[in-house]
């Protein structure tokens, strides 16, 4: 979240900042919480703002954590003494770790105020594991707290369950990821194209920074502008750039997806639902292709696409099959298939 408030969690998950501050303003504080949905729903970032409103020292009469002071600081630094977070250890929660935290709010507190422990992917507690922590929910202790962030709530032991609050995070709507990207700086090319390839946030975030991902839109970009055109050759500039990805399956997974985008683009122009098109800025290059090709051929590729991307996750020949591919497109918009035309 830009910044620490209960509107600013309404905005992504309108639900759960209504129950949160509820509870605030009601002193109606639940000792356990878990944060289930899936992930990128800022499950985690929810329950450090949590810590943050038990803890800060200047809140307003919201219950709005101030954010400046030294207690919201150095919860942001993960430098808080009494804000705990159990990450896996490898594979799994361990026994010892859960152990090691009874032990530790078994002492008494460096500081007064509010003890929270959060134990992110908390489906990777084992057997031991959990068990050890039942123990502590048996029995939590006086201005304690503890919130479990999951995306596999099933995954958690019943007994663990029905000893807390659960509260669930919704998807975050592509609209507000992409107006988050543009007011991020990011441009509106993968703005647009991000969301629609993921709707967890955190990764939605990630692949904005990571130049190598925003060239691969560029070049599927760069491939629909040559079939338009009919300049270049796309299976060319295919074999110049395929090293960047053709090895690495979710980059494979990554272009493919970007195409299948374009793709639904030039049928969505085809079809004239103009207020739905993705790539807004790229219209042009949707009306060429749509006016020389037959809705037929253009349903046809994208079934073509949307099998290959199936197929994926199996052993095959990727370049050959991303050679098929654009040899299918380029011949066709090339040539202006009008007719029915099975390219599979």
């Not at 647009?192 to 975030?205: F, G, K, L, M, V």
């Not at 696409?305 to 066709?332: C, H, P, S």
Request: proline letters at 3%; aromatic letters at 10%; one cysteine or more.
């Amino acid at each position: 979240m830009n910044d620490t408030s209960f509107q600013s969690l309404s905005t992504y998950q309108s639900h759960v900042a209504r129950i949160l501050q509820n509870s605030f303003k009601y002193n109606k504080l639940a000792h356990s919480y878990i944060f289930e949905g899936p992930k990128g729903t800022k499950r985690f970032d929810t329950a450090l703002f949590f810590a943050k409103a038990l803890l800060c020292t200047a809140p307003d009469e919201l219950h709005n954590p101030c954010g400046v002071c030294h207690q919201c600081v150095r919860i942001d630094h993960d430098t808080h003494p009494n804000v705990f977070i159990v990450r896996r250890d490898g594979e799994q929660i361990k026994k010892k770790q859960m152990k090691d935290l009874i032990n530790e709010f078994s002492k008494a507190s460096v500081e007064d105020g509010p003890r929270i422990y959060i134990i992110d992917e908390a489906e990777r507690l084992n057997q031991e594991s959990s068990n050890t922590l039942l123990k502590t929910m048996e029995e939590p202790g006086t201005d304690i707290y503890q919130i479990l962030v999951t995306d596999q709530i099933n995954s958690l032991l019943k007994t663990i369950v029905s000893r807390a609050q659960v509260i669930h995070f919704k998807p975050i709507d592509n609209d507000l990821i992409k107006a988050d990207l543009l007011k991020n700086n990011v441009p509106t090319l993968f703005a647009e194209a991000i969301p629609e390839y993921t709707n967890n946030y955190d990764e939605a975030t990630l692949i904005s920074k990571d130049q190598e991902l925003l060239d691969l839109v560029t070049f599927v970009k760069s491939i629909y502008e040559s079939f338009a055109t009919k300049e270049g050759s796309a299976i060319l500039s295919f074999k110049e750039k395929k090293d960047a990805f053709i090895k690495d399956s979710t980059r494979v997974d990554f272009v493919l997806s970007m195409m299948i985008l374009f793709q639904k683009d030039v049928m969505t122009y085809k079809l004239r639902h103009l207020d739905q098109i993705i790539f807004k800025d790229q219209e042009d290059i949707f009306k060429k292709l749509s006016t020389r090709m037959s809705q037929q051929w253009i349903e046809d590729v994208l079934d073509m696409m949307l099998g290959l991307k199936l197929r994926l996750k199996y052993n095959i020949n990727v370049q050959f099959a991303f050679d098929k591919l654009l040899l299918t497109l380029e011949r066709g918009f090339y040539y202006g298939l009008s007719s029915r035309t099975n390219p599979i």
